[in-house]
């Protein structure tokens, strides 16, 4: 905890409504919080609980449909409800700045990393240009960013993914701010990338003695980060206080609850006999330009079977599901369903083809049509692979939301905007069992749901998987939904397969070592556990 008393940011009575089309709902009901220079707080719960819309208050800021509309917000003094305008503008990203979720949303494009990182300092005023370019140098090195001196003059697409959340870090810290608001910046990281970014986050506010917001769905993630930890319930506080106490004994049923996610574990399956597979990869080369992604990949994925492909970014996960689908031709190499070579192109296969082979997308926002009601984006496949029409397509749709657990009354005339984020993966996943597939790719679809709505979303793949002996591939980077879900895993690392086997024994050593450092990186609640793994792993580099 830090040493000083000093309240930096203090929220009493906060009270936030979210309009809709015929009133003014609640959102955040009557919420205190304090936070002193050099804390991080961390704030949980579920998808709704108002973690980003009281992360986004304490900047004096409330989301198009939004107000916030009781209470009060004080910034080291400063009253920000009263504050105009300009006043705001001079604090945001000078004394408050925000860190979001998607990192390759927030950047602009069309601009170098060191032009965004530069033009927040130089028009507040804090240095010139060329103290700007030395010291985005600087806080690269800092947050080890691979070639400090010339990354910054790279585009954000010429950066991966982990590198771009850390160049977002150092962009907020340019102006040397006192407080940050962190708001999920780990959730879409392979276990590797994450350890380093969360490591770097960690020391630039330890550094700099800056308070620090952390919003998070993941327990684990916040034991490393926080020193206290807020878990809030739609919109009200649950119960608070320091992480240790908060993690060794939960005082209310709803935190227990959250600590007890992800107990939902697939029965072991007897071994795979010698029956035909659903799906075979065979020696599999693929890519892009000149460039081999997939390099001689194999393997198969039998009836009634989910098999976890995993590996960090850039390992050729979403590459491999591209040629399954017909995306992107293989150079060498052939995909077999049921026994018979599909045609490398999705265009000169038949529509029985197309069928049997679905998909469910990690974003289901950016999945589901925002103009189309339920009833359309569930009912198109079913009318176009099987020639639904009129009232049998009606009762399809209407059985569809049934088996996903939603009530045909209540969502079939639903916009996806009225709809949350699970609910949204539902839908995508009514969608695919649409067209009645043998072979579903699911692609990452938990990793942007809280723990209690992921832990729902695959019980139901299970229950249906049994229901209509569906092979499901698995793509994800949460060896917690590997353990959950999976008979088989296949790991992947620069394209190439470097270990697969059944679940069970992947999960016992030994381990090919790049098996081992994704298993070792997996986050554990133990606020020590970060600090023991870095010690351990700068001990083993140094000898």
Known sequence: MPDTDDILLSMKDLCIEGRTDEEWLDIVK??????????????????????????????????????????????DGIDMRKAGEATKRRLRGRRIAYVAQSAAASFNPAHK????????????????????????????????LPDPDSIGFRFPHQVSGGQLQRAMTAMAMACRPDLIIFDEPTTALDVTTQIEVLAAIRDIVEQFDTAALYITHDLAVVAQMADRIKVLLKGEEVEESDTRSMLANPTQDYTKSLWA???????????????????????????????DVLKDVSFDIHP?????????????????????????????????????????????RSRDQLRQAQMIYQM??????????????????????????????????????????????????????????????????????????????????????????????????????GEFDL????????????KAIADEVV??????????????????????????????????????????LLKARATAADG
């Open 30 to 75: 009557g919420v205190d919080l304090e936070l002193r220079k050099g804390e991080v707080l961390g704030l949980i719960g579920e998808s709704g609980a108002g973690k980003s819309t009281i992360g986004l208050a304490a900047m004096g800021f409330a989301r198009d449909g939004c107000r916030i509309s009781g209470g009060e917000i004080t910034f």
């Open 113 to 144: 990393l060191i032009d965004q990182y530069s033009e927040g300092p130089v028009k507040h005023g804090v240095m010139s240009r060329d103290e700007a370019e030395s010291d985005a140098t600087d806080l690269y090195r800092r947050m080890q």
């Open 261 to 291: 996610v992800r107990t939902h574990a697939r029965l072991e399956q007897p071994p795979v006999g010698e029956g035909r597979p659903v799906l075979s990869i065979r020696n599999v080369t693929a890519g892009y330009g000149s460039v």
């Open 304 to 348: 009634r079977r989910t098999v976890a492909v995993v590996g960090e970014s850039g390992s050729g996960k979403s590459t491999t599901a591209r040629v399954i689908t017909g995306l992107l031709p293989p150079r060498r190499g052939e995909v077999l369903f049921n026994g018979e070579a599909l045609p490398p192109d999705f265009r000169r």
């Open 364 to 465: 289901a926002d950016t999945a589901l049509n925002p103009k189309l009601k339920i009833r359309e984006l569930v009912g198109r496949p079913a009318q176009m692979y099987l020639g639904l029409r009129g009232k049998a397509l009606e009762e399809r749709i209407r059985e569809l939301l049934s088996l996903i657990e939603m009530d045909p009354d209540d969502y079939i005339d639903r916009l996806p905007s009225e709809l949350s984020g699970g609910q949204k993966q539902r839908i995508g996943i009514a969608r695919a069992l649409a067209a009645e597939p043998q072979f579903i790719i699911c692609d990452e679809v938990t990793s942007a749901l809280d723990q209690l709505v992921a832990e729902g979303i695959l019980k139901l793949l299970d229950r249906l998987q």
């Open 471 to 482: 092979a499901f591939m698995f793509i994800t980077h949460d060896l917690a939904t590997v």
């Open 491 to 532: 790991v992947m690392k620069d394209g190439v397969v470097v270990e697969k086997g059944p679940k069970s024994e992947m999960f016992q050593p030994p381990h090919d070592p790049y098996t081992e450092l994704l298993l070792s990186s997996v986050p554990e609640m133990d606020p020590d556990w970060l600090t023991g």
